[in-house]
């Protein structure tokens, strides 16, 4: 087996999006019932199965039977039914950065050393970490540094919805909660369920991967090794960790590495992240269906007092028509590069509340290593990571009401952007002057 070396620093790219497959679920749907009603007589009436319950929720993931378009449409009808939708299957898909690459790279200027460094070390909060991902540009952009002066979240609790975590990864064990799988019921960690060969090529080739100035190219056969979003959600913990050093981090595993999940999954989801008391829900994934189930979900996280934070989207066009980013109260957010400009492949639109670097962000991966990415699913976490700071004595949702209302504006470095990048580049920092 031959792998080829480029002298290039890593550069993992992930989008935000989530479309429906090409052959939908279509013999499964989401049946929301009124209260009092059974499902015993629902399935009964329509001759499907039960095939899982949201806890303590009328919800439930019913199986239809051969004639699914007949019974969809009868139990829309039916006065018991609040509710009833297909289970879109749905996955995420990789950014088209076209030349973007070696636009990044050709003007990374002094940062260029942040990517190179692969090896040194420093005390962060307890755990020695990459320097070059303590005090990496994107940081210091959205002014985190002062931040940590006054605050490190302690207390708060940040639930994320993605693909898992590396548990054992040393900058953010100390900060895990247990977290949800939805998928097994066993293990948050992302290396559950890899093969055996896979799990080798982890451990041995990831130290040339991720931690020093050579990134590994899989070609052919070898990328089948790797699941295209294996460490998706490391990542995502990584950006909310090293913001809010103190807050506690919830995995919620909904996605497999490969980036595949059902609609009925993630609303799951939601719930459980409101039974678990979050006070940030981070979502750094979004979908062109609109589920009306879904959106409930939304709106019930957000009565317990949860604010909810969600990427815009990397298809360089307007967010309206992406969920959850397109709900009411959620704090949409759209990437940006280090000149404040909006990144190439980011979403706008009126949806968008904030935006944040999205382009370069250095954060964990797994095999306790490290690597640099881009896309909106990074800058979600880094104003996620800033509302959790301001939580301590405060209300979630006013909280990332004053992030969002504290944003340096950026609306004269994007001609043609106007009012659709929200209030502006996140600042931590000003934020906390506000709340003070």
């Not at 898992?164 to 290396?191: F, I, M, N, Q, Y």
């Not at 559950?192 to 060969?197: E, F, W």
């Amino acid at each position: 087996m031959r792998f080829r070396f480029v002298l290039l620093s890593v550069l993992i790219v992930y989008t935000a999006v989530v479309r429906a497959s090409s052959s939908t679920n279509g013999d499964y749907f989401i049946v929301t019932l009124k209260d009092g009603e059974s499902i015993s007589r629902a399935n009964g009436n329509y001759g499907t199965q039960t095939v899982r319950r949201i806890a303590g929720k009328n919800i439930f993931l019913v199986q239809a039977g051969s004639e699914s378009d007949k019974t969809l449409k009868k139990m829309k009808k039916d006065k018991g039914v609040v509710t009833v939708e297909r289970n879109e299957r749905i996955s995420l898909t990789s950014a088209k950065l076209g030349n973007y690459t070696a636009y990044l790279l050709d003007n990374l200027g002094s940062y260029t050393a942040y990517l190179l460094d692969g090896a040194t070390r420093k005390n962060f909060y307890g755990t020695q970490v990459l320097w070059s991902y303590v005090d990496q540009p994107a940081l210091k952009l959205i002014q985190v540094d002062q931040a940590r002066t006054t605050t490190t979240g302690a207390g708060a609790l940040v639930a994320y919805i993605d693909t898992g975590v590396d548990t054992e990864h040393p900058a953010l064990k100390p900060w895990l909660e247990p977290g949800v799988d939805l998928l097994r019921g066993e293990s948050v960690s992302e290396l559950n369920g890899l093969s055996n060969y896979t799990a080798y090529l982890l451990d041995q080739y990831t130290a040339f991967l991720l931690d020093h100035r050579f990134s590994l190219s899989l070609s052919g056969i070898e990328t089948q090794a790797f699941p295209p979003f294996f460490g998706h959600g490391t990542l995502v913990a990584g950006v909310i960790h090293v913001v809010a050093p103190g807050a506690r981090i919830a995995p919620i595993k909904a996605f497999d590495a490969s980036g595949n999940t059902t609609m009925f999954t993630v609303i799951e989801a939601v719930y459980r992240a409101a039974d678990l008391g979050a006070d940030v829900l981070n979502m750094s994934f979004s979908t062109p269906d609109d589920s009306e189930t879904f959106a409930t979900a939304i709106a019930f996280a957000r009565s317990t007092g949860m604010a909810i934070i969600a990427s815009a989207g990397n298809d360089s066009r307007d967010v309206e028509g992406l969920y959850p980013a397109a709900y009411p109260g959620v704090y949409a957010v759209a990437a940006t590069d280090f000149a404040d400009r909006i990144a190439p492949f980011s979403n706008y639109g009126k949806s968008v509340s904030v935006t944040a670097p999205g382009a370069f962000v250095i954060s964990t991966v797994p095999g306790g290593r490290y690597a640099a990415t881009w896309g909106t699913s990074f800058s979600a976490p880094l104003v996620g990571g800033a509302v959790s700071l301001l939580v301590t004595g405060r209300q979630s949702q006013s909280s990332a009401a004053l992030v969002v209302n504290t944003a340096d504006p950026i609306d004269s470095l994007n001609p043609g952007f106007e009012r659709r990048l929200g209030r502006g580049r996140l600042n931590i920092s000003q934020a906390l002057k506000m709340k003070n």
